[in-house]
């Protein structure tokens, strides 16, 4: 069977070669167009107001990239300005764009999930009372972890960098399609966001009863049950993670959720 990597295209790449590593055939039907905002100067104001705040708050892969092109020529990271996020792969991003190991801050790499939720313990050890604190993020994202910031004395400031979108898809994109649709058995779909599913829906994808999916978040599996998915599992959204559950399929019945 083909895992069908549905993540927004400048992530697929290194996703697919981390699992052609774990021995998994993949390929990429990106579900998820990333766009910029509808306010064009929100990175540059949040650049602005970097320098002095607590806390950086990158909700993906995207917000960091999004962020780190609009930098100024001349800008570092601040020292003391912790940056946080949820997913291994933003991680690595902010990393690779120049941010302190030490002032990283994202759940353990063994947490049975990747969320707002399991990052939370480890912020809310910071003192925030009067702090401020940038949330990074696309239009229209969660609100529960500025919500804990305020609680607890912090001043949010919220900047959404950029904006998700249904995509348009090419010839050989729409063939894919296509066929993982007439082919349930013969492929995987691995959802990362429960906005994949609902951009499938609308290019109009309705998976048949047999249909195979990995989903990386609870939340993320109840959409995908919702829209007439019925075998679903459960896996971290990391690379062996998500090998390990692709595995459990071809055998026998998979876990259903």
Avoid: K
Avoid at 105 to 119: I, N, V
């Amino acid at each position: 069977m083909r895992l069908v990597l549905t993540r927004p295209r400048p992530q697929c790449t290194d996703w697919l070669a981390r699992l052609s590593a774990q021995g998994v055939d993949a390929v990429a039907l990106p579900l998820i167009a990333i766009e910029a905002g509808h306010d064009e100067s929100a990175a540059a104001r949040a650049w602005e107001r970097l320098p002095g705040s607590a806390l950086a708050m990158f909700v993906s892969p995207n917000a960091v990239d999004r962020f780190f092109a609009a930098r100024p020529v001349s800008q570092t990271w601040p020292a003391g300005v912790l940056a946080a996020t949820v997913g291994p792969g933003s991680a690595q991003a902010l990393l690779a764009a120049g941010v302190p190991a030490e002032l990283l801050r994202q759940p353990p790499a063994e947490a049975e999930s990747f969320d707002s939720e399991t990052l939370w313990p480890l912020l809310a050890r910071e003192p925030w009372q009067g702090r401020r604190a940038l949330m990074l993020r696309g239009e229209g994202g969660r609100d529960w972890l500025a919500e804990r910031l305020r609680e607890h004395g912090a001043e949010v400031e919220s900047f959404n960098i950029y904006r998700r979108a249904c995509p348009s898809l090419d010839t050989a994109e729409q063939g894919l399609l296509d066929q993982a649709l007439l082919s349930p058995r013969e492929h995987v779909w691995l959802f990362s966001s429960s906005e994949a599913i609902q951009n499938l829906v609308e290019l109009g994808g309705q998976p048949r009863a047999d249909s195979l999916a990995i989903a990386t978040h609870p939340r993320i599996a109840e959409t995908a049950r919702s829209q007439g998915w019925t075998h679903v599992v459960l896996a971290r959204p990391d690379a062996s993670a998500v090998a390990a559950a692709y595995r459990t399929l071809p055998g026998g019945a998979p876990t259903i959720i």
